[in-house]
């Protein structure tokens, strides 16, 4: 390496994550400069000293920093682009996460009575955000296969953070319902809680509750009647408000399916 070992930055301005990583241009050792990753963005920005192998000291902390912040003021993380996580690491995680979900799920069902195996909804749900959503940032993704594995398995989110880091442990908190309140204590508060999650969170949420109506629709839920399917919907739709101008696809995949199963708005008292 042109440079030493310099220490990674753990979190940038305004508390996001930043990191950068020394590298002499290809073809011209002479004019090394330095990248720095934020959220995505990974350019050189820098030139550094002539390379000088092993001992050349490269742009110092307050250099970094500067010149990320002007990068984070020109274009703001919107959580659906590469979080900046190289790709071949987010690709190992992405695959970890997923062999991770797949062994704690391993003994559930879900509630059709086909008994369909738990997992295929975690890995739905991130096939929605990429494919539909066009979400490609890695901890969005990781978060979305993983959202269930505490609230429904014996995971801890300290084993998540150990795992997969501090900022998907954060999104699974979010996504995480408390088992310690009653069930319309818990559906209340995602409707009061959806606007004020995180942008990856309310990625995740959008396409959790889109799995879950399109296999209500594929499926009714063993025991459920016509009445509970209709309720599940306007809670649904309630939660999704709380959502709202996070993203286009998903959210008209959802107000198609809310147009064809709520009750119409006018018809709804008390709520
Ligand atoms: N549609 C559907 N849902 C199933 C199935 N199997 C398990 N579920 C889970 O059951 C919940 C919906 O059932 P409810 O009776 O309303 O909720 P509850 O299990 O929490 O009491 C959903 O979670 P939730 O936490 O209530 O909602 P969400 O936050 O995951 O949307 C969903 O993830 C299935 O085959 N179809």
Redesign the pocket.
């Known amino acids: 390496a042109p440079y030493k070992a310099l220490p990674k930055l753990e979190s940038g301005p305004k508390g996001l994550p930043l990191m950068y990583v020394p590298m002499v241009r290809k073809g011209k050792p002479e004019a090394p400069a330095v990248e720095v990753h934020v959220h995505g963005k990974c350019e050189p920005v820098i030139q550094g000293p002539p390379a000088e192998p092993g001992v050349g000291t490269g742009p110092d902390r307050s250099q970094l920093l500067k010149c990320a912040e002007a990068r984070l003021g020109e274009a703001p993380d919107t959580g659906d682009s590469d979080s900046g996580m190289h790709s071949p690491d987010a690709i190992m995680n992405i695959v970890k996460a997923t062999d991770f979900a797949s062994h704690k799920h391993h003994f559930q ?4 009575p086909e008994g ?1 195996p ?1 997992i295929e ?1 975690p890995v739905a749900v991130a096939h929605i955000l990429t494919h539909l959503g066009k979400v490609s940032n890695p901890v969005v993704i990781i978060s979305a296969l993983l ?2 594995t505490v ?1 429904d398995t014996d995971t801890t989110f300290e084993e998540i953070e150990r795992e997969f880091g501090p900022r998907v442990r954060s999104v699974v908190e979010e ?1 995480t ?1 408390n088992k310690h309140m009653t ?1 319309d204590e ?2 209340r508060c ?1 409707i009061l809680h959806a606007p004020h999650s995180s942008h990856e969170a309310k990625l995740v ?1 959008l396409a ?2 889109l ?6 629709e594929r ?1 009714l ?1 063993v025991n ?1 009647t016509e009445e ?1 399917k209709t ?2 919907f306007n ?2 739709r309630d ?1 999704v408000q709380g959502l709202r101008g996070t993203n286009a696809p998903i959210e008209a995949e959802l107000d198609a399916l809310f147009a064809k199963y709520c009750t119409p708005r006018e018809g709804r008292e008390n709520e």
């Open positions: 069902r879900r509630k059709d369909t738990y909804h959202h269930d609230e996504l319902d069930r818990r559906k995602q949420k959790d509750k799995h879950n109506l399109r296999d209500i499926s839920p459920w509970r309720q599940y809670w649904a939660v």
